[in-house]
């Protein structure tokens, strides 16, 4: 992990709901509030919101007596998030999960999508979700995983890296899909003091209307945009343009349609 993997800012929040939204973390969203199908009231606290795709769909689904706390570290993505979202029930609040700013056994839930990868110390941050977790309540969170599993993905990684020959961009390889082994993830919760731990692979078909769309949020919308413009900040459009041209090759020039998978992990206080 670098400090650039951790920097949604700019235009990016924007790029990345728009392009990657829609084709990734909606279908894991729905995934993750049917998960939650028996929580019917209390207060949740989500981790790592984002621009709040998934806070969108809890908010959608929850009964009106589930309080929500959506948290991010990142305020750009806040900010984003909160023009997509204005309810009476949600709260919005920059924190670092590290150090989550609430009282202990707080919350009847924690959920967290696709943010424990981007933890700098994940037991620190799995013992914080425990903290502010009321006993007996749920952690429930995803990680994408490997690489080789999540087909746009591999593709738009390949052709920038070919673009980079001596020093290849891996942001996607080595934060996304860089926390996939079940056995450290395990080590990691269990050294937070969590026990009975419960995890299943979730496979997605996931829509896209164009080549173009994919690539757009993962090389504008996402900090491999970062990787990119700190090798060369006048090859972002014609980078942008290589990788369309691969994952066309590869799925072809309309609609698209291609495997996503990522692991669920659930564990109780």
């Known amino acids: 992990m670098t400090d650039s993997d951790k920097v949604f800012a700019g235009s990016i929040p924007g790029l990345y709901d728009?392009?990657?939204?829609?084709?990734?973390?909606?279908?894991?969203?729905?995934?993750?509030?049917?998960r939650l199908a028996?929580?019917?009231?209390?207060?949740?606290l989500e981790i790592a919101a984002g621009t709040g795709i998934v806070t969108r769909a809890l908010d959608r689904a929850l009964p009106p007596k589930v309080a929500v706390t959506a948290t991010d570290l990142n305020q750009a993505m806040l900010d984003h998030a909160m023009t997509k979202l204005r309810s009476p029930r949600v709260r919005w609040h920059q924190a670092d999960a590290l150090a989550l700013p609430f009282k202990d056994e707080e919350f009847d839930a924690v959920v967290c999508q696709f943010g424990a990868m981007f933890f700098?110390?994940?037991?620190?941050?799995?013992?914080?979700?425990?903290?502010?977790?009321?006993?007996?309540?749920?952690?429930?969170f995803n990680v994408?995983?490997?690489?080789?599993?999540?087909?746009?993905?591999?593709?738009?990684?390949?052709?920038?890296?070919?673009?980079?020959?001596?020093?290849?961009?891996?942001?996607?390889?080595?934060?996304?899909?860089?926390?996939?082994?079940?056995?450290?993830?395990?080590?990691?919760?269990?050294?937070?003091?969590?026990?009975?731990?419960?995890?299943?692979?979730?496979?997605?078909?996931?829509?896209?209307?164009?080549?173009?769309?994919?690539v757009i949020g993962f090389c504008q919308g996402s900090p491999l945009r970062n990787e990119i413009e700190a090798r060369d900040p006048k090859r972002l459009a014609e980078v942008t343009e290589i990788a369309t041209r691969?994952?066309?090759?590869?799925?072809?020039?309309?609609?698209?349609?291609?495997?996503?998978?990522?692991?669920?992990?659930?564990?109780?206080?």
């Open 18 to 34: 728009r392009y990657l939204g829609p084709l990734l973390f909606e279908p894991y969203a729905q995934d993750m509030v049917r």
């Open 38 to 44: 028996d929580l019917k009231e209390g207060r949740l």
């Open 120 to 140: 700098p110390d994940k037991p620190k941050a799995f013992r914080e979700a425990r903290r502010v977790l009321k006993p007996g309540g749920r952690f429930l």
């Open 144 to 214: 994408w995983d490997q690489l080789e599993e999540n087909e746009v993905s591999l593709v738009v990684t390949d052709a920038v890296a070919a673009c980079f020959p001596q020093d290849p961009p891996q942001f996607l390889r080595r934060a996304p899909h860089g926390y996939h082994d079940l056995a450290a993830i395990r080590r990691d919760l269990e050294a937070a003091g969590f026990g009975a731990i419960k995890s299943e692979t979730v496979k997605k078909q996931i829509l896209a209307s164009s080549p173009r769309d994919p």
């Open 246 to 269: 691969a994952v066309a090759a590869r799925f072809g020039n309309g609609p698209i349609q291609c495997g996503q998978q990522a692991i669920v992990v659930e564990v109780r206080k």
